[in-house]
């Protein structure tokens, strides 16, 4: 069984940092592309970040570019997500996803951003 | 990196079908066979109905089927019950190497 598990999520003021953690199991996380996604609350699904099975492959969106970064540990089925520089408006559920290699969610992790 | 289009509602009553569009471009979904559908209840994560198009997983209700036209991705619900009320989204893998979503239509079951 697919399962993907992300932690890390909490209270964080303006400015601040937070590491999102993300475990898999069931899959061959280590060809697997893994993907950040977000939704602000009481909004859509937004695509944030994008890892390749080697991690030599990253992507991200315009609106994190320059302020989080994506890492995977494939010893420890594990993806990151570095958030520096975090803004109110980055107040969001943010989950990992296989996007394209199954499509597995986990269950989501809440970053607040406030003061 | 423009988010696909989406009906922002739909709705239907049970027995009747509905289709939900999902308009990209030339570069998103009219270039690649990588668009899947979501679906959404409140407060719970997104679970796959449909990827690379038409192709269901295991454990999906055949009610769901998916198809594309051009630069048009379409999901299509059968025989419409209560509990596919529910919020739906659709993705494509883009030229860019990154992934772009629809904005989501919330399904009505009247």
């Known amino acids: 069984e697919v399962q993907l598990l992300e932690s890390g999520g909490g209270l964080v003021q303006p400015g601040g940092s937070l590491r999102l953690s993300c475990a898999a199991s069931g899959f061959t996380f280590s060809t697997s592309g893994m993907n950040w996604v977000r939704q602000a609350p009481g909004k859509g699904l937004e695509w944030i970040s994008l890892?390749?099975?080697?991690?030599?492959?990253?992507y991200y969106a315009d609106s994190v570019k320059g302020r989080f970064t994506i890492s995977r540990d494939n010893s420890k089925d594990t993806v990151y997500l570095q958030m520096n520089s975090l803004r109110t408006e980055d107040t969001a559920v943010y989950y990992c996803?296989?996007?394209?290699?199954?499509?597995?969610w986990g269950q989501g992790a809440l970053v607040t951003v406030s003061s | 990196q423009s988010a696909l289009t989406q009906p922002a509602s739909v709705s239907g009553s049970p027995g009747q079908s509905i289709t939900i569009s999902c308009t990209g471009t030339s570069s998103d979904v009219g270039r690649y066979n990588y668009v899947s559908w979501f679906r959404q209840y409140p407060g719970k994560a997104p679970r796959v109905l449909i990827f690379d198009v038409t192709n269901r997983p295991s454990g999906v209700s055949g009610r769901f089927s998916g198809s594309k036209s051009g630069n048009t991705a379409s999901l299509t619900i059968s025989g419409l019950q209560a509990e596919d009320e529910a919020d739906y989204y659709c993705d494509s893998y883009t030229s860019d190497g990154t992934w772009v979503f629809g904005g989501g239509t919330k399904l009505t079951v009247l």
């Open positions: 890892i390749s099975g080697s991690g030599k492959s990253i």
């Open positions: 996803t296989n996007l394209g290699g199954g499509d597995y």
